[in-house]
């Protein structure tokens, strides 16, 4: 009896479980086998690449694959479905979606593109230019007519080297890397805006098999073309865009219900940061419909191809985008494609901007914006009023709203300086995606190119796991090495628990004609601590860091070694390092002679430029930024100091050991500047201020915005006489300042100007003088802002007053970029004059020109110096190029 009640029971269990099995799998072939698919061709040009598939109802974009085929699922339902391809009529069709796909091949004619009833006469302006006129009018309006919109994007990319240089071709290809083989990407990213300036990006999938980060347009998909720069290229619908951009009316169609009228973008001068192509402007939206780019940025060329939709009706967003990307490096030609697409779009429009109005040229429709504000003025109605019952407004009415509600907005805010805050991260899931989810995901099956591309790489990733992770015994130990005799020479790092690190760091050394040959060897102890349950005001856990850090340092003609060991310490916003023992300094603490370039003009011209002395010491600095805006130094030091001299005159020529000059600096005002040991105990006082900066946040760390603000700078430094028997006493104040200016189209102007007095200098030696950034080298290798090209390193250092000026223009367009082939390469101008006065300095005065970018990386100058206006020499340096910035010191 309780046998066969069981046998019942199993029975009636597997038969239940028999069942739903059924049900859910009936239930999921029917949300899932329904959809659209089929071809899309043109009547010309055989199969659309990249075509846009839009559905309305659920706000979401596909896009054809390189046949021109697509697939859409769809749950059951009515649909309304927009099949568009740049430069082509758009179709729409009303598609009811069953239990099965539905085959809808289409095949679209090319856009008759009409003129208006316009005669450009001689001397007349473009039509194009009120097109544009209102458009910009209307960009500000755009940006803050969302108040917030989320999506999902699908991105994939792919790319070859197309070509290497023959040196590289044996490494390439032992990495599997040849000219055949194509790298893929893909990605699904969940994206959130909030209006004004917050975006987010959760990246939930990943699959790839290369790293394009350095190519990568994402700079281009989650900006705005609405906003007055994009991956800081200026936008055709900037309110400075007339000043990069000529534009001509090339007629209009009709997309739907909607007239597009198609704008040629010509930039007034080719190269970086301008844009060239197509925009198709929605006339009365005064929005994008669809736009068709060129830009170039660092010799990598970015193809843009955007399609725009009306989302619910309310405002036009991207659904569909298209990059190519190409370029050369050192040698490197590569190539790329990318994908972007977007679905299950969600917006929120801004209650107080829900208004349709009529945007008058008051610059052409002179009589008609006449009319309106005399009308209005009669009635005595404000704008808003106006804008609430639709009404007419001029160009510069409408730009008056926007920027009085930005204003408003910005003094509601927490923190207005800030100008945007993106956030991007990672699910933990996002690499183990299988090959359902892709297979549901892609808006386009891949090509067998791309499915060859993802082959190779797993069967290279396969043999890499297999070396790294498969043979443990042999290589397990490997993967922990831990110390190897070599790294005595070459360096490296050692993990100590979790939180700790040590280092040995390369060695380096150089020549000098005091200590001959140096070698100077660093170690260093890390250790980090985080408080999870302690955030700061960014919502970021409070971290601290500690460095210990001893450095030696053997003189081989002297036959000495000496050492310093520096402790630092971070925390919160605040740094303190302390640093004590016996080392070899430069007369000027801030270090204008790197070590190599004297090795290099010691050696071989026998130019010995750096000036030494030694220190005995101990180092107490302490820096807290108050704010984001305000900093506070303070730095104090107890040295005895002592003269050196030259103990080696070796040099690679023979004809230039006479050459060395003697180790005390040649000085006008202090003319002997050789000194017997002393003490110094000294206390420097400092604060830095930037008042109106503002700045960008990225996963919430702050970062400064150029150009936004000066910095200004407050120095209080003093002596102080029988302080632990120290014998020197005076007092400096300095006032410094540094901006730098974007002139228009024309260029950058950077500016750096100090200011200071000795109020008293009863005591004091020459390392103690205000010394200033010389150079007598053929390279630069110090700021090229605030530093002088001719100037010797000492002859002009005082012990009164001074003021120095620096101005650094660079060109966008000059001389010998004037011509389009030199400002692709990534060459531009500049030109600097740079000014001294002290005692004894005569007006001392550079001015210069120089070329920079060369190859990417350097900048060559040519410079002249005067005194008093007479002229004094010349000479021709050699630097990185301005827009690399690199710490010489470190």
Known sequence: MIET?????????????????????????????????????????????????????????????????????????????????????????????????????????????????????????????????????????????????????????????????????KALEKEGITKDRVFISESVSEIKYTRPYKFEEKVIAVYTNGDSKNTSPNSYIFGSFYHPEIAETVSPLSPKSFSYYRFEYLGSFHDREYEISKIKVTPRSRGDNVFEGLIYIV??????????????????????????????DKAWLPVSQQFKVDGKVFGFEF???????????????????????????????????????????????????????????????????????????????EAPEVISETTYSVDSLAYKKDSTYWVDMRPTPLTKEEQRGYHIDDSLTQVQRKKDEGDTLRNSSKSKKGFQPWDILTGDTYGIGKTADFRIHSPYGGFNTVEGFNLIYRVSFYKRWVKRDSVDKDKRPQTSRLEISPIARYAFSREKLTGKLRVDYRFKNKRLTLEGGQYVEQFNSDEPIHHLVNTFTS????????????????????????????????????????????????????????????????NLELTDTSFEPNR??????????????????????????????????????????????????????????????????????????????????????????????????????????GSFRLLDYYKYSTSNQYFSANAHYHFRKFLVTQFPLIRVTGITENIFVNYLASPTSQNYTEVGYGLDGILRIFRLEAAAAFGDAKYLNYGFRIGIASSITVNFND
């Not at 302006?125 to 458009?135: G, L, S």
Request: charged letters at 25%.
């Open 5 to 169: 009640t069981i046998r019942e029971r199993i029975a009636s269990y597997t038969l239940m479980r028999i069942i739903y099995f059924i049900f859910f799998s009936c239930l999921i072939t029917v949300v899932q086998a329904g959809g659209i698919r089929g071809i899309i061709k043109s009547v010309d040009a055989g199969p659309l690449a990249y075509a846009t598939i839009f559905v309305k109802q659920t706000g979401t974009g596909s896009a054809t694959d390189f046949e021109g085929k697509y697939e859409v699922k769809l749950a059951p339902g009515r649909y309304d479905v927009l099949f568009q391809y740049l430069g082509y009529e758009a179709i729409t069709r009303v598609v009811d979606v069953g239990e099965d796909f539905i085959e809808i091949n289409l095949t679209l004619k090319q856009q008759v593109v009409v003129l208006q009833n316009v005669i450009i006469r001689a001397g007349k302006e473009d039509p194009a230019y009120t097109i544009m006129r209102k458009a910009i009018a209307k960009a500000k309006y755009h940006t803050q007519q969302i108040d917030a919109y989320s999506a999902k994007v699908y991105i994939k990319g792919k790319g070859q080297l197309t070509d290497y240089p023959w040196m590289a071709k």
């Open 283 to 312: 006339e009365d939206w005064w929005s994008i419909h669809s736009l068709d780019m060129k830009a170039t940025k660092m010799g990598i060329n970015f193809n843009i191809n955007q399609l725009y939709t009306p989302i619910e």
């Open 335 to 413: 190539e790329g494609q990318y994908l972007a697409t977007m679905k299950d779009y969600v917006i929120t429009l801004n209650p107080d901007l829900q208004v349709e109005m009529t945007v008058i040229d008051e610059k052409v429709e002179k009589e008609e914006a006449k009319k309106v504000e005399q009308n209005f003025s009669k009635k005595g109605q404000d704008l808003q009023e106006r804008l609430k019952e639709g009404k007419e407004v001029t160009r510069k009415e409408l730009r008056q709203l926007v920027k009085e509600y930005e204003k408003e907005e910005a003094n509601e805010q």
């Open 603 to 666: 050696l071989f011209l026998g130019d010995r430029y750096m000036k030494l002395y030694e220190r005995n010491f101990l180092e107490l600095n302490y820096i807290q930024r108050i704010n984001d805006k305000y900093t506070f130094r303070t730095n104090w030091s107890w040295a005895r100091r002592s003269e050196l001299f030259n103990t080696s005159n070796y040099t690679f020529f023979k004809s230039n050991k006479d050459e060395y000059t003697p180790n005390a600096p040649v």
């Open 680 to 785: 110094a105990f000294v206390g420097l006082v400092s604060f830095d201020a930037r008042p109106w900066q503002k700045y960008r946040i990225h996963n919430g760390r702050k970062s400064r915005v150029g150009g936004t603000s000066p910095l200004f700078t407050f120095n209080y430094r003093k002596g102080f006489s029988g302080v632990a028997e120290s014998e020197v006493t005076f007092d400096q104040v300095e006032l410094g300042f540094k901006h730098t200016l974007n002139v228009g189209i024309r260029g950058k102007l950077d500016v750096a100007l100090w200011a200071g007095k000795f109020l008293t200098a009863n005591n004091l030696y020459f390392m103690d003088y205000k010394h200033f950034t010389g150079n007598l080298s053929p390279f630069v290798t110090t700021d090229p802002v």
